[in-house]
């Protein structure tokens, strides 16, 4: 019997979501390609996390910062030295697992006994230029907050921001992970949505209503595209489990299918940051200059994704057949509308359906269905989580009204054409 995530993965690949990175040439483990509707849900997520965290607020100011850095970023932020995980390998099969997740202190694979301990530098090396040497090597960046932190002065020369502020960026990371698991949630290329906010160097523990603030905006956002309250954890990481940086750090856990894991995090870096890049900041006000501290929200969008199909992810019963069904808030639906004719062979209804599509095209993310039944139709846009379909029927001819079909319900009404978009953007905006 398949498992929650096995469906889901089967899924993802057979209504063009997520397909496993080079898989005509055997795959490439720890890299996945997002289709064409996985694509559109990545798009729709950015946007709201955008559109909450910047385009709604004051104090947010985006940045796209460049993948190749200049490798004295990574020696002043500590990478080069610190970023690493514990490698162990085993003596017999020579497979190699992350010392930290090994729930037994024998090979997984094959029961052999394992080799020491050792540290493995997990960024990927790259080269610039025609010549291959030392001189010339670089890293792809295993985090997008460096590129943040390095336009600070960039950014406070250009806008004179006054405390606090923070910079938001959405963007690629890459991490040589020992062993990618688990469908989207390990793996080596992924894309980060973070904040890096800055605020006046505290006194006592005056950063913590701040931290708390982020926390909280971080969970309405996640309950706000659908995963629910139940299903989220904070957990505390211990000082030894912290990054160098952190004065505390809080994991946003979620029950996945394979267990309880992080999602997202909140972290008090201090001001080691920008000491480390020996920036600072004047304040025009008191004429003091100093370096702020930091809090940064950060949000990983693969793992967004794979929590949120595991919630949407449903096995119901509608009108006496089982179906599958992704049960997306609609604002996030990859597809928000479906147009049917009700007849494939019916010219007639087909040209008005034709009409009604391209309404609603330049509107929402609409899609022409017309492949077999109305049955079958409904079941394939349920699977991709469509969640208003639109069929043009007989009496459609007559009086130009539509039936508009409800995912979740499976209840149809009838509606003017006239009034078609406007109903449709207000029951997906709602």
């Not at 069904?325 to 004719?341: H, S």
């Not at 006239?418 to 449709?424: F, I």
């Amino acid at each position: 019997m398949e498992s929650k995530m096995e469906k889901i993965i089967s899924l993802t690949k057979r209504r063009g979501f997520i397909y496993a990175g080079s898989e005509i040439y055997g795959g490439l483990s720890g890299t996945w390609d997002y289709g064409p509707l996985g694509v559109l849900l990545k798009n729709n997520i950015k946007n709201l996390w955008w559109k909450k965290f910047i385009l709604d607020r004051e104090d947010i100011f985006g940045l796209e910062s460049s993948i190749l850095m200049n490798t004295k970023v990574w020696e002043a932020s500590g990478h080069i030295k610190g970023f690493s995980d514990q490698l162990v390998e085993c003596k017999k099969c020579r497979k190699r697992f992350r010392a930290d997740l090994l729930k037994t202190e024998c090979c997984p694979e094959c029961g052999g006994e394992l080799a020491e301990k050792r540290q493995f530098n997990t960024m990927f090396k790259t080269f610039i230029g025609p010549i291959e040497n030392t001189a010339s090597q670089i890293y792809l960046r295993p985090e997008t907050a460096q590129g943040m932190f390095v336009n600070f002065k960039n950014t406070i020369d250009s806008f004179h921001p006054k405390l606090p502020f923070g910079f938001a960026q959405i963007g690629r990371a890459f991490r040589n992970e020992i062993n990618p698991e688990n469908f989207l949630f390990r793996i080596r290329e992924f894309e980060q949505m973070e904040i890096e906010y800055f605020i006046n160097p505290p006194t006592g523990e005056e950063w913590g209503k701040l931290f708390d603030y982020w926390l909280k905006e971080m969970h309405d956002w996640l309950k706000e595209i659908g995963l629910k309250e139940k299903n989220i954890f904070n957990r505390e990481v211990g000082e030894k489990d912290r990054a160098h940086y952190s004065k505390k750090t809080i994991d946003i856990d979620y029950n996945y299918p394979f267990g309880k894991d992080e999602l997202c995090a909140i972290a008090y870096r201090t001001d080691f940051d920008l000491k480390a890049h020996k920036l600072n900041y004047y304040d025009e006000e008191t004429k003091k200059t100093f370096i702020p501290h930091v809090i940064e929200p950060t949000f990983g969008i693969d793992r967004i994704i794979l929590a949120l199909l595991c919630e949407v992810y449903d096995e119901d019963e509608m009108g006496g057949e089982k179906r599958v069904v992704l049960k997306f808030n609609p604002k996030l639906a990859p597809i928000r509308t479906a147009v049917f004719p009700l007849l494939a062979n019916k010219p007639k209804l087909i040209e008005k359906a034709r009409k009604v599509y391209k309404i609603l095209k330049p509107e929402m993310t609409t899609i022409w269905d017309d492949i077999g039944n109305i049955g079958k139709r409904y079941r394939r846009q349920d699977e991709i989580g469509t969640p208003f379909c639109i069929t043009i029927d007989f009496q459609t001819l007559e009086d130009d009204t539509v039936t508009i079909r409800d995912r979740d319900t499976g209840k149809q009404e009838r509606i003017e054409i006239s009034k078609l978009t406007k109903q449709l953007k207000d029951n997906i905006l709602k």
